[in-house]
T-cell receptor, first 113, second 112 residues
Framework: GENVEQHPSTLSVQEGDSAVIKCTYS??????FPWYKQELGKGPQLIID?????GEKKDQRIAVTLNKTAKHFSLHITETQPEDSAVYFC????????????FGAGTILRVKS | SQTIHQWPATLVQPVGSPLSLECTVE??????LYWYRQAAGRGLQLLFY??????ISSEVPQNLSASRPQDRQFILSSKKLLLSDSGFYLC???????????FGNGTRLTVT
């Protein structure tokens, strides 16, 4: 089955700097890759997603890149702000199997002001 | 769009006691429903999913069971809790179509 690995497990950046979180997946049939942000005591919230027919997607300060050949995808947050501090999860799934997402272990992002 | 309600928000239960966590969904009918568990400091693990009333698929063998008595109701249960059942339990369903998946605010279960 699918296996998703996520790095780093913790990341500290200075406010205004960029943050990059990387994930690799094992199943070449996976074709949907969402990213979630989880704040303390809450459920994960979708922040951006990408499908395998696209190499990059941007939404304001957030971007995701996908390299299907290497089977890895990354989350990029520019101009980080203290409110970006949270746990971020990547995930992968095969769309034909609905939403059976396989998640990475998560990255704790701390933005220092 | 779907709205997911989970309760209770927190729960402390002794080892060996039963468990019932409820999830209800408002929105479109016959949504796929999912139970995930998040252990402390770890990612989310899919426990059960359901594509319709009475249809439950289990992803991992464990001490828990799930039921879907109504279209928009998904229940996670255990007859006897173990310490290892402690965690953050999340119900999820897609907003529209098969994706993206949206999560409720979860139930934090502590087994003592």
């Amino acid at each position: 089955g699918e296996n998703v690995e996520q790095h780093p497990s913790t990341l500290s950046v200075q406010e205004g700097d960029s943050a990059v979180i990387k994930c690799t997946y094992s199943d070449s049939a996976s074709n949907y890759f969402p990213w979630y942000k989880q704040e303390l005591g809450k459920g994960p919230q979708l922040i951006i997603d990408i499908r395998s027919n696209v190499g990059e997607k941007k939404d304001q300060r957030i971007a995701v890149t996908l390299n299907k050949t290497a089977k890895h995808f990354s989350l990029h947050i520019t101009e980080t702000q203290p409110e970006d501090s949270a746990v971020y999860f990547c995930a992968a799934s095969i769309r034909e199997y609905g939403n059976k997402l396989v998640f990475g272990a998560g990255t704790i992002l701390r933005v220092k002001s | 769009s779907q709205t997911i309600h989970q309760w209770p928000a927190t729960l402390v239960q002794p080892v060996g006691s039963p468990l019932s966590l409820e999830c209800t969904v408002e929105g479109t009918s016959n949504p796929n429903l999912y139970w995930y568990r998040q252990a402390a400091g770890r990612g989310l693990q899919l426990l059960f999913y359901s594509v319709g009333i009475g249809q439950i698929s289990s992803e991992v063998p464990q001490n828990l069971s799930a039921s879907r008595p109504q279209d928009r109701q998904f229940i996670l249960s255990s007859k006897k809790l173990l310490l290892s059942d402690s965690g953050f339990y999340l119900c999820a369903c897609p907003n529209t179509g098969p994706e993206p998946l949206h999560f409720g605010n979860g139930t934090r279960l502590t087994v003592t």
